[in-house]
Structure formats: C-alpha cells, structure tokens
C-alpha cells in the first residue's frame, strides 16, 4: 500500500496540472490519507470506506498513466526543438537533416544552428564513448561519438525533449514527465556545453569495434532516429534512458550482450565497457581512467576549430593518443 501511494504521489506531483503549490497540496492530503488507511490496515481497524477510496484512487490513477501519451508538438526549448531527420540512407551514403551546431557562451546565450549533414559510411573509423558526470561519481550522461576519416565527429545523445522553461528531474523521468529525442550533433556543440558552459566532468574512451560493428552501432542509431521522429516516446529514467539505449543499440550489433547494474548506474558504465573488453585492449582500466579525462583539454581547447583532436591527447588508443 505504501510502495503505491508514493507512485501516486508521483504521479499528483508531475502530472497534476495547476500551479506547483496545488500539486504539493495534493500529494500532502493523499499521502496523509494513504499513510492513516495503511496504519490502521496494518493494525485491522480500517473502516470500510478508506480501502474502497484507496482502490479507487489506484485504479484511477492506473488509468491516468495509460492515458497519457508523448506528443511532439509542444513549445519545446531551443537546444531539441528540432527532430533528427534520417533523409536518405544509400549504400554507405547517410543525409541526415537537423544535426545540432550550437555555438554556446552560456547555458543562455548561444547561436542556435540545425544543419543538414552528408557521410560516407565506408570512411567511419572510430567510436567513442563519453561520459559527463553532472550528479556526483554514480550517474552520468552517456554518449557516443564517430569519427570519420575526413576528421569529423558526429555524436549521438538520447535526451528529455525539453519544454521551454523546464529543467530535468530524475525522479519525473520515472512519471511519464518527459519525452525523449535523440541530438546528432558536432562535438564543439554538445561535448562544449557540457565540459565548458555546465562545468561537467567529462571522460572519453576509446571503443575497440570492427568496420562492421561500427556501420551496425551507427545505422542502429539512425534506426531509432527513425523510429523517434516517426512516434515520440516517453523518457524514463530506470528503462529508456541514455544508457540504456547504448546498450539496445549494442545488442543489435553483438546479441548477448549480458546485463549488469552498471547501466542503471550509469557513471560505472565505462567499467562495464571494459569487462567487456570493448575499450582499448591491452592497457588496464585505471590508466584508461586516467588518460580519459579530458575536462582540463577541453576548457584549454575552448572555440579552436581543433576542439576533437584537442581533447583526444593521450586517450588510448585515439591517433593522439601517444600526444601529451
């Protein structure tokens, strides 16, 4: 009874409409409620009526959360108000409409730019997998960047599709609060922000894959861009989030990929990784750590034109990686 209270009460907090004094009213009153029926529950002196209205409540409630459904036409904030578009996929030839090219001075300040980009995927050499710690050492935002011969990066990010004004909230990601979209975007645009502007720690490592692999993880993303852009989905926090799609993706390219309590604390993910034996081999994990750090390189690097090579000096296994 307690254990659905409180999934009520998260669902009056997040999902109520009216301002934020109401919902916390709301969830006041119904958890006063729900913890005096469950007391006197426990203790078999509960009236009739409490339990009928606590059933009632949880049944309605049930419905409530079926109901719900994403949408893809609200106000949504700057840096996702455009979907990533898969315009044509031939051969090895991708277009790819709204890749994200951000310029930020500040978190409020930035030059918003959604670009159509062109790649060949016989040129893809590289992966990478960044981590950016924002929430202390067990949770971070978990990417993965490209690299094609010509030098360029394309990274992919599952994110909450923001509304403007709104901020993320783990604990609304388990309520339906959020929709998700995956962000292409250069690595000056959303590695920047996050290490420059947010102040986040970020690491990168190297990923040991075949040619196939690589083309398999990359199409595997443009295949769940189709899927976004054509039905929005809900983000949650526990089971759709920007490490879980890693690892669904991944599956697609190597199916029996084991399951580990690392992909729901995503800041253990690069351990994860590394059991694995997909990270730069023959180097142990605490020197991969060590050199993975590129906080420090990428504040030096700043606006210069050279940012991803800048930011890959002495990241095993990168071609820079023998650079100081």
Same mark, same amino acid.
């Given at each position: ?24 009213? /709301? ?16 203790? %078999? ?6 339990? &009928?209205?606590? !059933?009632? %409540? ?20 700057? #840096? ?74 394309? !990274? ?26 995956? &962000?292409?975007?250069?690595?000056? #645009? ?6 420059? !502007?947010?102040?986040? #720690? ?36 526990? @089971? ?13 390219? /190597? ?24 990270? @730069? ?21 700043? #606006? ?21």
């Amino acid at each position: 009874m307690l254990v659905a209270a409180l999934w009520i009460a998260g669902m009056l907090a997040f999902q109520l409409p009216g301002p934020g004094w109401l919902r916390w009213v /709301a969830v006041a009153v119904w958890l006063g409620f729900a913890v005096s029926t469950a007391v006197a529950v426990g203790r %078999a002196r509960a009236g009739r009526w409490p339990g &009928v209205l606590y !059933v009632v %409540a949880l049944v309605a409630t049930g419905v409530w959360w079926l109901l719900l459904s994403p949408r893809q036409d609200r106000v949504w904030a700057d #840096d996702v108000a455009q979907r990533l578009k898969v315009v044509e996929v031939s051969g090895s030839h991708v277009v790819l409409d709204n890749v994200r090219n951000f310029n930020w001075r500040t978190d409020e300040d930035y030059d918003a730019r959604w670009e159509r980009r062109e790649y060949d995927l016989d040129q893809l050499r590289s992966a990478d997998l960044i981590l950016s710690y924002w929430m202390g050492p067990m949770i971070a935002h978990t990417l993965i960047s490209f690299g094609f011969e010509d030098g360029r990066q394309l !990274v992919f990010s599952l994110e909450i599709r923001k509304e403007r004004g709104e901020s993320f909230s783990a604990l609304g990601g388990f309520f339906r609060k959020f929709e998700m979209t995956l &962000v292409a975007s250069e690595e000056t #645009d959303i590695v920047r922000v996050r290490s420059n !502007v947010r102040g986040e #720690d970020v690491y990168l490592y190297r990923l040991d894959m075949t040619d196939e692999q690589l083309k398999g993880l990359f199409l595997s993303y443009l295949g769940e861009a189709r899927k976004l852009d054509a039905e929005p989905a809900f983000y949650n926090t526990l @089971t759709s989030n920007c490490t879980t799609i890693v690892y669904a993706l991944a599956k697609q390219v /190597a199916p029996g990929l084991p399951l580990d309590y690392r992909l729901l604390v995503s800041g253990y993910f690069a351990e994860y990784a590394y059991k694995l034996g997909v990270l @730069t081999p023959g180097v142990d994990f605490a020197t991969l750590k060590k050199h993975a750090r590129i906080t420090e390189r990428a504040h030096a690097a700043g #606006d210069d034109p050279a940012f991803s090579r800048l930011i890959r000096r002495g990241v095993p296994g990168t071609e820079q990686g023998s650079q100081p």
